[in-house]
């Protein structure tokens, strides 16, 4: 069992730039791959970026690639996502996940935890 709490999510200017980390819970963080996952009001929930369990394999959605950044500290049971060069369009709750999936995987009911989600409203 994972238990995931997100934080780190705000308001921001376009431009700008902010860090989302996630906690989590339990002994055995460091078996689970972890993703990020972004909803926007009135669209489906979407795949940003994902990290393999030893940090070592990181995947993006096209969407963000060049602009945001996944890692991960295991001894601090933390994933992180640092988001640079923030765009309206990256308005969405952000929620981070874990799963026992051996490789990389964008396919959100692939993930067995999820965490409750953290707000980030860019303006324009």
């Known amino acids: 069992q994972v238990q995931l709490v997100e934080s780190g999510g705000g308001l921001v200017q376009a431009g700008g730039s902010l860090r989302l980390s996630c906690a989590a819970s339990?002994?055995?963080?460091?078996?689970?791959?972890m993703g990020w996952f972004r909803q926007a009001p009135g669209k489906e929930r979407e795949f940003v970026a994902d990290i393999s369990w030893s940090g070592g394999s990181t995947y993006y959605a096209d969407s963000v690639k060049g602009r945001f950044t996944i890692s991960r500290d295991n001894a601090k049971n933390t994933v992180y996502l640092q988001m640079n060069s923030l765009k309206p369009e990256d308005t969405a709750v952000y929620y981070c996940?874990?799963?026992?999936?051996?490789?990389?995987?964008?396919?959100?009911?692939?993930?067995?935890?999820w965490g409750q989600g953290t707000q980030v409203t860019v303006s324009s």
């Open positions: 996940a874990a799963t026992t999936s051996v490789v990389v995987t964008t396919t959100a009911s692939d993930y067995d935890y």
């Open positions: 339990g002994r055995t963080f460091s078996s689970y791959a």
